[in-house]
């Protein structure tokens, strides 16, 4: 049984707050997104003071979502407007602003990939940081960008936790991690604010990395999405002209129908779909050399084919692919079997003039 946007709404308008009102009455709730009864919003302060005032009533709110049929996970972040923080700060409180003429080129970047998912947790964020270390070793001049909001992963995966610099309050120098320039709004945040942003409206704070951040020429910039089809990623696709999307996803039934809505955004987006990727596509034991394929095998293969779209490659469900995530030193950064999965995945995208 799925849960749908109006049931969402409903529990939320029952849920009273300080001061009055609901969130769904006082239209605080942005970029509501149900996939596969995941469900991730957005609640919209208009302050630091009353992003605090709501902490109860977001509990409350991922509580009562939590105990609907069909709600398999809920994630709920405030942002807030109002005074900007320390330097470095996104300045706060800004709808994205107008744009005309469709989307648009970021000076000094020369490609912007981004690497989606239709669903969580099937490795973006890993092929994401693998592929830009990959690119780097090949002498291309890369960029990441981590724009998953919900979650970000890049800071751990390449192994940086410092906060970036903004010498003039205005631009945030990137950091460089494995021969790639990176910024993550995970490194914006302090650890005991992941709840409540510093930063401005969600839409604006992506295009704010996108355009403040003194990212330098670059031969590619990799933008690692949050999973599914959300605000973000549509905001992103309207606004910023990309080069092309990439979709990882495992050979699983489940995940492969999600990828093809992904896929389906993108193409209404008129993002060319660069390729698709199947992760953890085999496990070889590392004990007798069998081969498993723990989630099917070649499913994304086979839906790149059905879909006239190319098939970037498969990678491995290895241990050291997490071990070395976890570490904050990527696979590919190393040598061996993975690091050259990657090689030759980056060399495809450099030969066909993607990276
Ligand atoms: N090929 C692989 N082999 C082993 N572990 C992997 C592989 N790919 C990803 N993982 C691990 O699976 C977990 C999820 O991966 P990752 O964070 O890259 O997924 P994601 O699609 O970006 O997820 P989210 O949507 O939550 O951001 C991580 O712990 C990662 O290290």
Not at 130 to 143: C, I
Request: proline content about 7%; overall charge neutral.
């Amino acid at each position: 049984m799925s849960v749908d946007r109006e049931t969402i709404l409903s529990v939320l308008d029952r849920l009273p707050l300080p001061d009055g009102g609901t969130l769904v009455s006082r239209d605080l709730i942005r970029a509501l997104g149900i996939e596969q009864g995941d469900v991730r919003f957005v609640i919209e302060a208009e302050s630091p003071e009353q992003a605090r005032a709501l902490e109860p009533v977001r509990l409350q709110a991922e509580t009562a979502l939590r105990a609907l049929p069909g709600v398999t996970g809920v994630h709920v972040v405030t942002t807030a407007h109002g005074p900007a923080a320390k330097a470095p700060s996104l300045k706060i409180g800004q709808h994205p602003a107008p744009q005309q003429g469709g989307p648009q080129p970021i000076s000094g970047i020369d490609r912007i990939i981004a690497v989606g998912s239709g669903k969580g947790g099937v490795g973006k964020s890993t092929v994401s940081s693998n592929l830009a270390v990959a690119l780097a070793r090949q002498g291309r001049r890369v960029g990441l960008l981590d724009a998953d909001i919900y979650g970000p992963s890049q800071p751990r995966m390449m192994g940086v936790s410092k906060r970036p610099a903004s010498p003039d309050g205005k631009t945030i120098i990137p950091l460089k991690a494995h021969g790639v320039t990176m910024m993550s709004i995970g490194l914006m945040l302090k650890e005991d604010e992941a709840v409540i942003w510093r930063g401005p409206m969600i839409m604006g704070a992506l295009q704010q990395l996108l355009t403040q951040v003194e990212w330098g020429r670059l031969d590619v910039l990799i933008i690692d999405l949050p999973p599914g089809t959300g605000d973000i990623q549509l905001s992103l696709g309207q606004r910023t002209h990309l080069t092309g999307a990439i979709v990882v996803s495992t050979p699983q039934d489940v995940a492969l129908l999600d990828a093809r809505k992904a896929i389906d955004m993108f193409q209404k987006l008129k993002t060319p779909v660069l390729g698709l990727i199947e992760n953890m596509s085999s496990y070889i034991c590392p004990n007798c050399g069998h081969e498993a394929h723990i989630f099917g095998h070649g499913g994304v293969a086979a839906e790149a084919r059905r879909l006239d779209l190319p098939f970037l490659g498969e990678l491995p469900l290895d241990l050291a692919v997490r071990l070395a995530g976890d570490s904050g030193r990527p696979v590919a950064a190393g040598d061996g079997p993975l690091a050259e999965a990657y090689a030759a995945l980056a060399s495809r995208l450099v030969a066909g003039g993607m990276a």
